[in-house]
């Protein structure tokens, strides 16, 4: 199931992967936050994809990155050099 805050895909592919590691991931993660159009609520982007790909895998790498991502948003993580 492809959602729209993953529209190249990037996230659905990476639980296709057998045996991805975390650093994949990190990497697929990376690439697919870059990608994300301006003014983009990233915080309900990474729990759309939550929901869509990571409740069915919760072992994953990439379920963790995602539980860690809107861990952090949820903390109001500061962005920049001081973040």
């Known amino acids: 199931m492809q959602t729209s805050h993953d529209p ?10 057998d045996g991805i590691s ?3 991931c990190r990497s697929i ?5 870059l990608s994300l159009p301006d003014g ?4 309900g982007a990474l729990g759309d994809l ?5 409740e ?3 072992d994953h790498p990439m379920t963790a ?14 962005k920049g050099r001081r973040g």
């Not at 190249?8 to 992967?17: A, D, N, Q, T, V």
């Not at 539980?67 to 993580?77: C, V, Y």
């Open 40 to 43: 983009t609520d990233q915080r």
């Open 50 to 54: 939550m929901t869509s790909y990571g």
């Open 22 to 24: 975390d650093a994949e």
């Open 65 to 78: 990155l995602l539980r860690e991502g809107l861990s952090a948003a949820a903390r109001g993580r500061r």
């Open 8 to 17: 190249k895909g990037l996230i659905r592919e990476s639980y296709r992967i």
């Open 29 to 33: 993660l990376i690439d697919w936050a």
């Open 56 to 58: 069915s895998a919760p």
